[in-house]
């Protein structure tokens, strides 16, 4: 916690607010991590490049790195914009840092993170709109005495918003140089090479390649960042920031001068930069009089791991403070999932469809708290990276490198094990998955859910089972009952999955329903409610046993225990009695028509 020259901080953390000069004017409480503005800036190479999950604070790093940075083009040398915006804060206690950094160069800062465009046209709209605004911050350049009449010339038009946004060849000329022009505009009128910061590298690549327009978009974005980073002599510092690596779009191919922090980086000295650290939450709870609601806290958003430091995301503590502030009751508020809410990457719900056997059951491993291993590929390329052929090794680098996923043991080589960092995510996890098996993104999954129950009704053992066998290989169970609970109950939620998904083919669907001399596991009706369906659930670990077998004692269960009495009324005409045995993702079913 900080102090800015007024007054104490008197505002909350205000989730989504990502510019330094806004929470300094503001008084909004502020986690001073200006410390690490000396590693960022001075202690690398000439370009870096800075990867982590989204939510983290990257953008307001960058924004605290620009008015540490850029210096008063009006009045050269005139800090005093620094000093009052710093004062108070760890940086200011470096002297000899300050004085050779602060207000000293100028800085080209902008965000690529809204270049969300539907289609290529659209995305270069978007950056085209970016550059030209970009460019206004700088337009008293055409009017400098030290500029040629060319270079002028060249500035001049980023500043004409139709052009540049119009998606012409000129305009992507124009565009892909547009970093080079400003850069060297700064740099011949202020006598000082400029610091070139771009937040979320990577956005564009990324929506490109789930949208379908990555070639045109990667030769772009590449072109525009190559010549900016790799062949510009005019800049004297390049920081980046986003998610992944792009490594083959052409970026960073042969950038010698590159330095890289990622998630997967060991004993960083930036690693707690980006996000907060325990004795941070901790502090930012006592502050408001919520120290009581740390625990929670950290249950829910504690849990990430970076160059061996426990992180907290900051968007999630910032987005619990303020509704714990704003809540009239706020012991009865419990933690909810904020960062999942603010993601615009379902990318568990797009990947379902593609699920292998060993996805499947990695995912079950997950949500029952455990690890898996995956081999990571710090160097994946976005245009692999379309949903309808992605790898499973890919799948599970992007959740490493999302924050869906973090470090829990690292390996050997490239073979690691990654976890959930916590209880949010979990909660992400299970929202997706059960919202793919709810069948509300996958009429396929639906269709399979209907094709099952016309078995059932039809008391087709053969193909209940197939059918079964054929949809276990990639069902994922969205409770934690692998280790804590009767393995039946892993089986009904799968087989509850499957039932939801059919929607109204079925009627008076019901599980662990009390009837005849105890509790069916599950019974509902045909949609004209003329038949009916109960089922019994075995399970054994026994490889050696007969699943078959165990599928009939579960059908004489049904009639001995008579479950399906209650289902005998009304316009019910004929009821299926339905046993299944499981046994890992095998299984066998009986059925047996039973006529009231």
């Not at 160069?105 to 270049?115: E, R």
């Not at 710090?378 to 490198?401: A, C, D, R, V």
């Not at 299970?430 to 099952?452: C, F, M, Q, V």
Request: with cysteine; aromatic share 10%; proline share 3%.
């Amino acid at each position: 916690m900080t102090e800015n020259k007024q007054n104490r901080p008197r505002l909350v953390p205000l989730p989504g607010e990502e510019d330094f000069e806004t929470l300094r004017e503001q008084g909004i409480y502020y986690v001073d991590k200006t410390q690490y503005l000396k590693p960022l800036f001075s202690g690398r190479a000439g370009r870096f490049l800075l990867l982590r999950p989204r939510r983290f604070g990257k953008t307001l790093t960058m924004s605290t790195l620009r008015c540490f940075l850029e210096m008063d083009y009006r009045h050269p040398g005139d800090t005093s914009r620094q000093q009052e915006l710093f004062r108070g804060l760890k940086v200011m206690e470096d002297r000899e840092f300050c004085e050779q950094h602060m207000g000293r160069y100028p800085v080209v800062s902008l965000s690529l993170k809204d270049t969300d465009g539907i289609n290529f046209r659209n995305a270069c709209y978007l950056l085209g709109d970016i550059i030209w605004r970009l460019a206004l911050r700088f337009s008293w350049l055409k009017d400098s005495r030290t500029l040629r009449s060319e270079e002028k010339q060249a500035f001049s038009r980023l500043l004409d918003k139709d052009v540049l946004c119009s998606g012409t060849d000129d305009a992507i000329d124009t565009l892909q140089s547009s970093l080079v022009t400003i850069c060297s505009a700064l740099f011949q009128n202020c006598g000082r090479k400029p610091v070139l910061l771009i937040d979320e590298y990577d956005v564009p690549l990324q929506k490109a390649s789930m949208k379908g327009y990555y070639e045109p978009m990667s030769g772009l974005i590449g072109a525009m960042l190559s010549k900016a980073l790799k062949t510009n002599a005019d800049i004297s510092k390049g920081i980046l920031t986003g998610c992944l690596r792009a490594t083959k779009e052409g970026i960073f191919t042969g950038l010698n001068n590159l330095s890289i922090d990622t998630v997967l980086t060991r004993r960083s000295s930036i690693c707690t930069a980006i996000g907060f650290t325990p004795a941070e939450v901790r502090a930012m709870f006592d502050y408001y009089g919520l120290g009581r609601f740390y625990e929670k806290a950290r249950a829910w958003y504690d849990g990430y791991s970076i160059g061996g430091q426990d992180l907290f995301c900051p968007w999630d503590v910032m987005s619990y403070v303020e509704a714990l502030c704003d809540d009239a009751d706020p012991d009865t508020l419990d933690p909810e999932s904020y960062w999942n809410n603010s993601s615009n990457t379902p990318v568990i719900r797009e990947h379902m469809p593609h699920l292998t056997s060993d996805d499947a059951e990695r995912m079950e491993v997950l949500l029952a708290g455990g690890n898996i291993e995956a081999e990571v590929d710090e160097g994946m390329s976005y245009g692999t990276l379309s949903m309808n052929n992605l790898s499973s090794s890919q799948f599970w680098n992007i959740l490493l490198y999302t924050g869906y996923l973090t470090l829990a043991k690292r390996g050997s080589g490239r073979t690691h094990e990654l976890r959930i960092p916590n209880e949010e995510v979990r909660s992400c996890f299970r929202y997706n998955i059960s919202d793919y098996y709810k069948g509300t993104d996958s009429g396929e999954y639906a269709a399979l859910a209907r094709k099952l129950i016309d078995q059932i009704l039809a008391g087709d053992s053969d193909n209940v089972t197939e059918s079964l066998q054929d949809l276990l290989e990639v069902f994922v169970s969205v409770r934690d009952s692998a280790t804590r609970a009767p393995h039946e109950n892993f089986y009904q939620g799968f087989l509850s999955g499957l039932f939801a998904a059919a929607g109204d083919s079925i009627r008076d669907y019901k599980s662990q329903a009390e009837t005849g001399c105890g509790y069916a596991d599950i019974t509902f009706k045909s949609r004209s409610k003329a038949e009916a369906v109960v089922i019994e659930i075995k399970y054994t670990s026994d490889q050696g046993a007969d699943l078959s077998d165990l599928a009939d004692r579960a059908v004489a269960q049904i009639e001995e225990k008579k479950y399906a009495k209650a289902l005998c009324r009304g316009k019910t005409r004929r009821v299926v009695e339905c046993g299944i045995a499981f046994r890992g993702r095998e299984c066998e079913a009986a059925c047996k028509e039973l006529i009231p």
